[in-house]
């Protein structure tokens, strides 16, 4: 014999058919309610699934950009832009309007590919990309364009060919400022290694000098750390710790290039202190 079905107080559960539900007229509001609810956290979680992938991909390009690069590095930035645009193509309809600021702590995956596309443009003009440019790329990146892809390295795939205007994922100036303050933090990276490697500070020999100075990467990254001081301040933790960040990534550029030039002629080519005798930061 099957057993009785009760309820959470140990009643016996009537087997006759269900009582019908009460509408008013209110039942309808409470019903929208519902459905805007369940599309708000369907939306969310769709950005945030995209946003999660696209921050890896583009953590996986930063890796591998470098000036000059073989093609087949190419060709495995150039797979990943395409699943980047596949993936922000996906979520643009999300994110049209007010629920682009809605979701943007969703969406910090934009951040990150800034960041990669600003090296990129980088390493490649030793030039700062600017807002309407970042802008630019990244509503061209949100209009997937399938398999039609012949770009450089780091340049986003064209839109696709229509006549009817597309949505595009818009960027806003705090997207663009956090990716450049990450930005920071690659040039410092890439200063280290190529004077590591070369003995020299990056992007001497391919520019002119400015105002008496040899255009190199020290110099890049003071003028990226003045413009950020000189630009009206925000104080809320995010910024604050990105800037302190940046702060401290010029300095270590500038000893770097210290180091290089001043103490560089003190010692013999190829010279490396011995475990345990590394110069303080007071010896600067």
Same mark, same amino acid.
């Given at each position: 014999?099957? /057993? ?28 929208? &309610? ?6 708000? !956290? ?31 590095? =190419? ?12 993936? *922000? ?27 990669? *596309?600003? &090296?990129? !443009?980088? *390493?490649?003009?030793?030039?700062? #990309?600017?807002?309407? =440019? ?12 399938? @398999?039609?892809?012949?770009? @450089?390295?780091?340049? %986003?795939?064209p839109p696709a060919n229509s ?6 994922? !818009?960027?806003?100036? =705090? @997207?663009?400022? #956090? /990716?450049? &303050?990450?930005?920071? +933090? =690659?040039? #410092? ?13 990056? $992007? +001497? ?18 003028e990226l750390g003045s413009f &950020? ?38 010692? %013999?080519? $190829?010279?490396? %202190? ?11």
């Amino acid at each position: 014999m099957p /057993g009785q079905k009760r309820d959470s107080r140990g009643n016996a559960k009537s087997s006759g058919p269900k009582a019908p539900l009460v509408r008013n007229e209110y039942t309808h509001m409470f019903e929208s &309610f519902r459905d805007e609810l369940d599309s708000h !956290h369907d939306r969310r979680e769709r950005i945030v699934k995209a946003s999660r992938d696209i921050t890896a991909l583009s953590k996986k390009i930063i890796r591998k950009i470098q000036p000059d690069m073989p093609d087949q590095t =190419e060709r495995e930035i150039q797979s990943r832009l395409s699943e980047i645009s596949r993936l *922000l193509a996906a979520v643009t309809p999300d994110v049209q309007g007010i629920n682009r600021y809605r979701y943007s702590r969703s969406l910090v995956c934009i951040e990150e590919l800034i960041e990669a *596309l600003t &090296f990129a !443009h980088y *390493l490649r003009t030793q030039r700062l #990309m600017g807002f309407s =440019e970042a802008v630019a790329k990244v509503a061209e990146l949100s209009c997937y364009a399938g @398999d039609q892809m012949d770009v @450089d390295a780091g340049d %986003p795939p064209p839109p696709a060919n229509s006549d009817a205007p597309r949505p595009v994922v !818009h960027v806003t100036e =705090e @997207d663009y400022l #956090m /990716g450049i &303050f990450d930005l920071s +933090g =690659e040039m #410092m990276r890439f200063a280290t290694t190529t004077a590591a490697l070369t003995g020299t500070m990056a $992007g +001497g020999s391919a520019t002119p000098a400015v105002d008496g100075r040899e255009r190199t990467i020290v110099v890049d990254m003071q003028e990226l750390g003045s413009f &950020f001081e000189m630009l009206p301040q925000q104080y809320n933790k995010s910024y604050q710790i990105k800037l302190s960040t940046l702060r401290t990534s010029v300095l270590k550029v500038e000893k770097l290039g210290y180091g290089l030039t001043v103490r560089g002629t003190e010692r %013999p080519a $190829g010279w490396m %202190p011995e475990d345990g005798n590394d110069p303080s930061e007071d010896d600067y």
